[in-house]
């Protein structure tokens, strides 16, 4: 059973990780408060008590339009952090988790992005977390960074959940139609990495796009949800509308859809179509009584 090192574990991405991992870890699962990120020495001191033989960063500055007023935290987190987890993990020879984000890209072309795509992210978040990447890579060690998309959960605060919220207040959602992705939950996340923590020590470290199989638009993932919670949720009016009707701080890359053909080809990992993975965790807003 290898010693993993779990930091951001009390978020949506950490909290099934944490229910994946712990029944085939010997698993040290930290929150931000006992971990936080924007500390450098806590975050070294953490590894070195640990031990472990893989660590993993669940932890992350993702509120996307906060970030274009509060760059410094968002680069302390998302940039700098990465790279001393990634020198500590170097230096204990370990391996390194970490995640990234399909906003790398711009969104300037049809089809899916590739590895080997040039990155040019439009955003302050999707900036931080490629210097984030880059530190990674020139710390020299043993690194996996997994960019996933539209990441959401039955918990934290996400798009599932905002729909959700909002549609408790109003009777009628305007909903952006012409930006494209995948909608990933964590536990398909959770679920694929656990399937590739097994063959690290001999898979070749490097980027890897890791998100649920499909795409669609933001509005056609708001009827997804609406659909699934008919009856359990009020279902408001869905107005589809253009990315210039919506303004916001930051800017969104028009088409965000990741080639997962290298994570398949390398370690057989592929997940489930997005409209399956949502019906699970609709199940889990069901049962839980949303």
């Known amino acids: 059973m290898p010693r993993i090192l779990l930091l951001g574990a009390k978020g949506q991405l950490g909290v099934e990780l944490e229910k994946v991992l712990a029944p085939e ?8 408060r006992e971990v936080d990120l924007a500390d450098g020495n ?5 590894v070195r ?30 940039a700098i952090a990465p790279g001393i987890l990634a020198e500590e993990t170097a230096r204990a020879d370990a391996a390194l988790i970490h995640f990234s984000t399909d906003y ?22 999707g900036k931080t977390k490629l210097e984030g990447e880059r530190a990674i890579e020139a710390a020299g060690g043993r ?7 539209w990441v959401y959960a039955a918990r934290g605060t996400n798009f599932l959940r905002t729909m959700v919220r909002l549609a408790r207040e109003r009777k009628q959602l305007s909903i952006v139609n012409d930006q494209v992705g995948a909608p990933t939950s964590a536990g398909e996340l959770a679920r694929a990495v656990s399937e590739a923590i097994p063959q690290i020590d001999a898979a070749q470290p490097g980027v890897y796009h890791m998100t ?15 659909a699934g ?6 279902a408001p009016e869905l107005i589809p509308i253009a990315t210039e009707q919506y303004p916001t701080p930051a800017q969104r890359p028009r088409n965000s859809v990741l080639d997962c053909g290298k994570l398949e080809r390398a370690m057989g990992i592929r997940l489930l179509p997005w409209q399956e993975a949502l019906a699970t965790v609709i199940e889990e807003l069901r049962a839980g009584g949303v």
């Open 25 to 32: 870890s010997d698993l040290i699962a930290l929150s931000r």
């Open 42 to 46: 806590a975050m070294r001191m953490a």
């Open 49 to 78: 008590r640990a031990q472990p033989e893989i660590v993993i960063n669940a932890a992350a500055y993702t509120a996307v339009d906060r970030a274009e007023s509060e760059s410094a935290i968002a680069r302390t987190i998302n």
């Open 104 to 125: 790398v890209f711009d969104g300037s072309r049809e089809g899916a992005w590739t590895e080997s795509d040039k990155p040019a992210p439009l955003n302050i978040y």
């Open 143 to 149: 690194y996996f960074i997994f960019r996933t998309s």
């Open 212 to 226: 649920c199989h499909g795409q669609t638009s933001w509005f056609g993932f708001a009827q997804a949800i609406f």
């Open 229 to 234: 919670l008919r009856g359990v949720v009020p």
